[in-house]
């Protein structure tokens, strides 16, 4: 018999780490016009609570939409694909990058986004251009986004799912990875990162590397690991018995998972 590639039973000792778009909910054409299932908040506080607090959520999105799709729910948080960082829901919001985005970069940005019909999103620390209704504009739009770069290496670009991110060096979602599990309660837990993106490889690997567990969301043909999950619905039930699951192994006295 075949071993199933991936043991999706939750552990109390688990960090979980999970990305938003595409894998808690399903991707729309614009970030606005993304729907959030109203029994999600409420899905994530009870896992929060399961987990002792070790589950953060990790996006390119800024905090403020991050708070506001999950409101009234207050979750730690990784925005802006680390570079913005709430530890905890009580504690002070930290901007982990020292480069900024110089205001006439992002008017070059957004008047290249406009000539190309694309959505521009101006975000705390980055920008975002977005072509899902026009995706054979990609190659064009990162030629003219590369254009100008040129001599800035402390700015990065990142493809995604039909978006191109120009953000600051240094940070990623990996890096927040990191940064959750210097600080309790993830301080000492083995880290599980979901994520459906390129852009959650770097949250991946720094799982991976601290001796945890990547978890991909649908199935891309380009991405060397296999999907755990074949949807952002099939996340959402597993996030539901997530409680429940641990609530069982603890009954059982089952010994959940070591570093």
Do not use: N
Request: charged share 25%; hydrophobic share 45%.
């Amino acid at each position: 018999m075949q071993a199933e590639p991936f043991d999706l039973r939750p552990a109390s000792c688990w960090a979980l780490f999970l990305d938003v778009d595409g894998t808690l909910l399903d991707l729309a054409a614009t970030p606005e016009a993304v729907a959030v299932p109203p029994e999600l908040p409420a899905m994530l506080e009870a896992a929060y609570t399961a987990l002792g607090g070790a589950l953060a959520l990790g996006s390119g999105r800024p905090l403020d939409s991050l708070d506001r799709l999950f409101a009234p729910v207050l979750l730690p948080t990784a925005g802006e694909h680390g570079a913005v960082l709430r530890l905890g829901p009580d504690l002070p919001v930290e901007i982990r990058t020292q480069q900024s985005m110089p205001a006439r970069l992002r008017r070059e940005i957004a008047r290249a986004a406009e000539a190309a019909g694309a959505r521009f999103e101006e975000k705390t620390t980055s920008v975002a251009v977005h072509y899902r209704h026009i995706p054979e504009a990609g190659p064009a739009l990162e030629r003219a986004l590369r254009a100008l770069l040129v001599d800035r290496p402390e700015l990065t670009l990142m493809g995604g799912k039909f978006i191109w991110e120009l953000r600051g060096s240094g940070v990623s979602k990996g890096t927040a990875v990191r940064a959750f599990l210097e600080s309790p309660p993830f301080a000492g837990r083995t880290p599980v990162f979901l994520g459906d993106d390129v852009t959650d490889e770097d949250g991946f690997a720094a799982a991976e590397a601290l001796g945890g567990l990547a978890f991909p969301v649908g199935h891309e043909p380009s991405r060397a690991r296999p999907a755990a999950f074949a949807a952002p619905a099939a996340v959402r039930a597993w996030l539901s018995r997530l409680p429940e699951t641990l609530a069982a192994a603890a009954e059982k006295a089952e010994v959940a998972c070591r570093i």
